[in-house]
């Protein structure tokens, strides 16, 4: 048997020499496993179409102004600045989606935000290698709202450790390397005495974060001593692999509790350690995980019941806004290491149906949780952790402030992983959205793609060569999962017809204009959840029967920032009738797609069906009552008929239907 085994490893490690390996950019040195697919240097991608939009409401709402707005954290005073005040996540959090946005935007005032406090962390590290706020002699006076204490935490160093990261990727800023370098060594020193888990059970937990920054590292510099850290940094991190196939997930209320934000971030660990290991078993743990999430806690919007704990899969559970962009950053760290279209539509479905229906239209408001179906969202007792009723509402600091901050990186690194460069030198295409690409491929020419498309809401992507210069290259394209044959055309001319789940290379020698259109037919598909309820799905996006939105502004004690209420103005407790899920009687309309499409005056689909209300449906708890076991009989209702719109355009739904008869 270990003869077996040996003659494995040694089998893939004789694979992973042999494997192609990106030319130009950062892309794994051996011993690591080639990566599928390799992210390019921030600014390589501009958005285009909604996608842009949204950075640009991001800049004028609470990404660009968060040190103005929310001042006792993200001003001054904040120890990662030098100040007294907060020394933990929150000041991070921020800059992780401020240097995306600054740099794809090519913003110089958002740069000059983030610049100092990067100037800071670079001036201001120890000889030793330390980087980032210092233990005071005597601790601080506790102040309500701001974390200074464990300024030794190893976790919020990992957030800034993705900043840094990124800010070399726009910059290129050697002093970047210098400083990781001489803290990974620190690291390597201490974790010994003072494990990850030494200050808060967070750094154990979100090691993974840590460990792809220093794999990253040693593609760049080759030094031997991050292997070792790695294997360190990997053993004093919470075993997900382990939990993901070990039954716990598969437990509805897990004890001792799993935190719903902790989870999303872990699913990325078990594919940074296979880049060292090349187990399989590593990646097949994540979709293990996934599937048993699904199963016991899953929505149909592709989160979880994790309010505050994992909770359930009742779709009036709450789901948090950091995990919606930890999810999402988790599939953007394991797409490229694996190449696998599983991962791709996963990452569209939380971009194009939670994140946008949790914050509001002009991106200065957040909610910390969302409910699946949710029919009013006041400040009320819930069914689950709602401590001072704030958790629902949206404001600015209600919930908890972690969503205030981290919320930030979800449609920057969408957009930042729109496209990758490629093994065999050429460029992919696995997400869509509209937007501009320029990179190198094969034989060191610099070419530029624009993609035309308003997806997720039409069916179609155009892919415009747009360099001067003829140059030969693959382009790879995802056929998702959903779709039963995905139909390529160049220049008007059929190429090829392709299996969902396949990714597709087209090699030829590209001339200006060339033109490939992708056509993607979405289907209406329904899918089936808690109790039986019922989900439309068609495409990357789920529909949702909207209700009518009315917003009203209040204050209290507990929040004396202005916070909002939403409240009905239409009934809610609707059932599809059995014969529409049979016959799936759905009439698809599209209209023009507006540059912010995500709410339901601008919503641009909507599929017409019949429904019936359900007068035993009643509200429980300030939220949608026990949901009718489908299929329900007896209903003497008359028909009526509705509208569904996608999902994310909804701040009020139901998602998850009854079928009644
Ligand atoms: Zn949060």
């Known amino acids: 048997?270990?003869?077996?085994?040996?003659?494995?490893?040694?089998?893939?490690?004789?694979?992973?020499?042999?494997?192609?390996?990106?030319?130009?950019?950062?892309?794994?040195?051996?011993?690591?496993?080639?990566?599928?697919?390799?992210?390019?240097?921030?600014?390589?991608?501009?958005?285009?179409?909604?996608?842009?939009?949204?950075?640009?409401?991001?800049?004028?709402?609470?990404?660009?102004?968060?040190?103005?707005?929310?001042?006792?954290?993200?001003?001054?005073?904040?120890?990662?600045?030098?100040?007294?005040?907060?020394a933990w996540e929150r000041g991070p959090y921020w800059l992780d989606g401020l240097v995306p946005l600054a740099y794809?935007?090519?913003?110089?005032?958002?740069?000059?935000?983030?610049q100092q406090w990067i100037e800071w962390c670079i001036n201001t590290q120890r000889a030793d290698g330390y980087f980032g706020p210092q233990s005071p002699a005597t601790p601080l006076p506790k102040i309500k709202g701001i974390q200074n204490s464990d300024h030794e935490d190893w976790w919020p160093k990992m957030v800034m450790l993705k900043v840094l990261q990124q800010y070399y990727s726009a910059t290129g800023d050697k002093r970047v390397i210098l400083l990781m370098s001489k803290y990974f060594n620190y690291m390597l020193n201490t974790l010994p005495r003072t494990p990850l888990g030494h200050w808060t059970f967070w750094g154990a937990q979100r090691g993974g974060d840590n460990l792809a920054i220093v794999y990253w590292l040693y593609n760049i510099t080759g030094e031997s001593f991050l292997l070792e850290l790695g294997n360190l940094i990997y053993q004093q991190t919470t075993p997900w692999k382990n939990i993901f196939t070990d039954g716990t997930l598969a437990t509805v209320n897990p004890y001792p509790q799993i935190h719903c934000v902790n989870i999303a971030q872990g699913f990325k660990t078990p594919a940074i350690q296979f880049q060292r290991t090349g187990d399989s078993s590593y990646l097949q743990s994540i979709k293990q995980g996934l599937q048993t999430l699904r199963n016991v806690h899953g929505?149909?919007?592709?989160?979880?019941?994790?309010?505050?704990?994992?909770?359930?899969?009742?779709?009036?559970?709450?789901?948090?806004?950091?995990?919606?962009?930890?999810?999402?950053f988790s599939f953007e760290s394991i797409l490229p290491i694996t190449g696998d279209v599983y991962y791709a539509d996963y990452l569209e479905k939380i971009t194009f149906n939670v994140l946008?229906?949790?914050?509001?239209?002009?991106?200065?408001?957040?909610?910390?949780?969302?409910?699946?179906?949710?029919?009013?969202?006041?400040?009320?007792?819930?069914?689950?952790?709602n401590d001072n009723y704030g958790r629902i509402v949206f404001g600015l600091l209600t919930g908890y402030p972690c969503c205030t901050a981290n919320m930030h990186q979800g449609y920057p690194k969408y957009v930042q992983n729109l496209w990758y460069a490629t093994q065999d030198d050429g460029v992919a295409a696995l997400v869509y959205g509209a937007s501009d690409v320029t990179l190198k491929v094969k034989g060191n020419k610099t070419i530029s793609f624009t993609e035309e498309t308003n997806y997720p809401f039409e069916s179609s992507i155009r892919f415009r060569y747009t360099s001067k210069h003829n140059a030969e290259f693959p382009l790879h394209l995802r056929i998702p999962l959903w779709c039963k044959t995905g139909i390529i055309t160049v220049n008007?001319?059929?190429?090829?017809?392709?299996?969902?789940?396949?990714?597709?290379?087209?090699?030829?020698?590209?001339?200006?204009?060339?033109?490939?259109?992708?056509?993607?037919?979405?289907?209406?598909?329904?899918?089936?959840?808690?109790?039986?309820?019922v989900a439309v799905e068609r495409g990357p996006l789920l529909y949702a029967l909207p209700l009518q939105e009315q917003w009203v502004k209040k204050t209290n004690d507990d929040f004396p920032q202005p916070f909002y209420e939403v409240l009905p103005d239409s009934p809610w407790?609707?059932?599809?009738?059995?014969?529409?899920?049979?016959?799936?009687?759905?009439?698809?309309?599209?209209?023009?797609?507006?540059?912010?499409?995500?709410?339901?005056?601008?919503?641009?689909?909507?599929?017409?069906?019949?429904?019936?209300?359900?007068?035993?449906?009643?509200?429980?708890?300030?939220?949608?009552?026990?949901?009718?076991?489908?299929?329900?009989?007896?209903?003497?209702?008359?028909?009526?008929?509705?509208?569904?719109?996608?999902y994310g355009c909804t701040t009020l739904r139901i998602a998850q239907f009854p079928v009644t008869d």
């Open 299 to 328: 929505f149909a919007n592709g989160m979880y019941g994790g309010d505050e704990r994992l909770h359930g899969n009742n779709p009036t559970q709450g789901s948090e806004l950091c995990s919606a962009v930890e999810m999402m």
């Open 104 to 114: 794809i935007l090519n913003d110089e005032k958002l740069k000059a935000k983030a």
């Open 573 to 646: 407790n609707y059932g599809l009738p059995f014969h529409v899920i049979d016959k799936k009687v759905f009439t698809v309309t599209t209209s023009a797609v507006s540059d912010m499409p995500w709410n339901i005056n601008n919503a641009p689909v909507h599929l017409t069906t019949q429904a019936k209300q359900l007068n035993q449906w009643l509200e429980y708890n300030h939220s949608a009552g026990p949901l009718p076991s489908s299929r329900t009989s007896g209903n003497a209702a008359k028909l009526e008929m509705v509208k569904l719109i996608p």
């Open 356 to 385: 946008p229906t949790q914050h509001n239209d002009d991106f200065t408001l957040k909610q910390y949780f969302q409910q699946v179906n949710q029919i009013k969202i006041t400040y009320d007792r819930r069914n689950f952790f």
């Open 1 to 86: 048997m270990k003869y077996v085994i040996v003659c494995i490893l040694i089998f893939g490690i004789v694979l992973d020499t042999d494997a192609q390996r990106n030319s130009f950019y950062t892309t794994n040195k051996a011993p690591l496993q080639a990566q599928s697919y390799t992210q390019l240097p921030l600014g390589a991608i501009r958005a285009k179409g909604w996608l842009l939009k949204m950075l640009e409401l991001q800049r004028n709402g609470l990404t660009g102004n968060l040190d103005v707005l929310y001042p006792e954290v993200c001003g001054s005073t904040n120890a990662w600045l030098g100040g007294n005040g907060d």
């Open 492 to 533: 008007g001319v059929k190429y090829a017809d392709a299996n969902g789940g396949e990714i597709i290379k087209l090699n030829r020698t590209w001339q200006m204009n060339d033109v490939v259109n992708l056509e993607l037919p979405m289907e209406v598909q329904l899918t089936r959840w808690f109790e039986n309820s």
